[in-house]
């Protein structure tokens, strides 16, 4: 009861104020402390002239060692807080930051801006921001998918799998979390670089949000509007998605707003070939991403409604 309390009311910080810049410009964040760890150990243990077993094996240490110090540093910090009032604010405090609802939100409506404006310039910019794929290279329907992409996604990896792995796990979970979805997006590549020193990490991520990514998918399908077309979609299109998990919330999506997904694209100086999920929709339109932003600002009522239940039972 007392850790969903927790989770929620930092679900709710977040959602209020994020990250504060100022904060942010003073002591960074976690997740770039996460990274300079991660950083260091790619540059020293991922080593090009090591044959691949070698460089497999020193990824999967370099994941464990990173995932260790998280949950013994979350234990020990869990531990040190205790239980009763101020606990509870503490734990408040050290859950809100591990959660990117508003960052999410904002960064999305950043290209949601533009896009209604028809500024494709500015619109290319905001998006090079949240995925990986050349944004030279995108049309309007090509910067909206972009971003619904980013904002389904990030939902689960964002939002829900740190509450999930909070709820079973407290401080040590979500902290545990954090360190291996930030891992799969430093190191989770099929780059020359990364293919074997970041195998571990990714295939690590992949179990990590396997449940997570299929609450999202079932949350947004219930807050879609048109639940069982949703759910219909995901049930045919989920497995399609190159990602065993985010087809899930990518699918429901779709089907939420009525528009394809995914489908062929430049990503990493590659063309991919990626089939569309939910093709019978339409292309998407600049207005398609403000509408995705209400679909998520409502997947995140209904999971703090869920966590509320939780503490209340």
């Given at each position: 009861m007392?850790?969903?309390?927790?989770?929620?009311?930092?679900l709710a910080v977040d959602a209020l104020i994020g990250w504060p810049d100022a904060l942010y410009r003073k002591i960074g964040h976690p997740v770039?402390?996460?990274?300079?760890?991660?950083?260091?150990?790619?540059?020293?243990?991922?080593?090009?002239?090591?044959?691949?077993?070698?460089?497999?094996?020193?990824?999967?240490?370099?994941?464990?060692?990173?995932?260790?110090i998280c949950i013994v540093s979350g234990q020990i910090i869990q531990n040190a807080v205790g239980q009763g009032i101020l606990g509870f604010l503490i734990s408040v405090l050290l859950a809100w930051p591990l959660l990117a609802s508003r960052s999410l939100y904002s960064h999305v409506k950043d290209v949601a801006q533009p896009l209604e404006l028809m500024d494709l310039r500015s619109a290319?910019?905001?998006v090079s921001m949240i995925v990986g794929r050349d944004p030279k290279q995108l049309d309007t329907?090509?910067?909206?998918?972009?971003?619904?992409?980013?904002?389904?996604?990030?939902?689960?990896?964002g939002v829900v799998a740190p509450i999930f792995w909070g709820l079973i796990f407290g401080l040590p979970g979500i902290l545990a979390y954090k360190a291996i979805n930030t891992m799969d997006s430093m190191?989770?590549?099929?780059?020359?670089?990364?293919?074997?020193?970041?195998?571990?990490?990714?295939?690590?991520d992949d179990?990590?949000?396997?449940?997570?990514?299929?609450?999202?998918?079932?949350?947004?399908?219930?807050?879609?509007?048109t639940p069982n077309t949703a759910l219909q979609t995901i049930r045919r299109d989920a497995g399609k998605?190159?990602?065993?998990?985010?087809?899930?919330?990518?699918?429901?999506?779709?089907?939420?707003?009525g528009v394809r997904l995914s489908g062929p694209r430049s990503y990493h100086d590659k063309q991919t070939n990626d089939p569309w999920l939910y093709a019978e929709g339409r292309d998407v339109e600049g207005s398609d991403v403000t509408r995705a932003l209400a679909v998520f600002?409502?997947?995140?009522f209904c999971l703090a409604g869920l966590l509320a239940i939780v503490a209340l039972i």
């Amino acid at each position: 009861m007392t850790t969903s309390a927790i989770l929620l009311l930092a679900l709710a910080v977040d959602a209020l104020i994020g990250w504060p810049d100022a904060l942010y410009r003073k002591i960074g964040h976690p997740v770039t402390w996460l990274g300079k760890l991660i950083s260091h150990m790619d540059k020293s243990l991922n080593r090009m002239e090591w044959h691949p077993p070698t460089r497999r094996l020193m990824g999967l240490l370099t994941a464990a060692f990173i995932i260790l110090i998280c949950i013994v540093s979350g234990q020990i910090i869990q531990n040190a807080v205790g239980q009763g009032i101020l606990g509870f604010l503490i734990s408040v405090l050290l859950a809100w930051p591990l959660l990117a609802s508003r960052s999410l939100y904002s960064h999305v409506k950043d290209v949601a801006q533009p896009l209604e404006l028809m500024d494709l310039r500015s619109a290319r910019e905001a998006v090079s921001m949240i995925v990986g794929r050349d944004p030279k290279q995108l049309d309007t329907a090509g910067v909206g998918r972009a971003a619904i992409e980013s904002l389904a996604e990030n939902t689960s990896d964002g939002v829900v799998a740190p509450i999930f792995w909070g709820l079973i796990f407290g401080l040590p979970g979500i902290l545990a979390y954090k360190a291996i979805n930030t891992m799969d997006s430093m190191i989770g590549y099929k780059t020359p670089k990364h293919l074997d020193f970041g195998w571990a990490a990714a295939r690590i991520d992949d179990l990590a949000n396997w449940v997570p990514a299929r609450l999202t998918g079932l949350i947004i399908a219930m807050m879609s509007g048109t639940p069982n077309t949703a759910l219909q979609t995901i049930r045919r299109d989920a497995g399609k998605h190159r990602s065993p998990n985010a087809g899930w919330p990518e699918s429901a999506m779709a089907a939420a707003l009525g528009v394809r997904l995914s489908g062929p694209r430049s990503y990493h100086d590659k063309q991919t070939n990626d089939p569309w999920l939910y093709a019978e929709g339409r292309d998407v339109e600049g207005s398609d991403v403000t509408r995705a932003l209400a679909v998520f600002k409502r997947s995140m009522f209904c999971l703090a409604g869920l966590l509320a239940i939780v503490a209340l039972i």
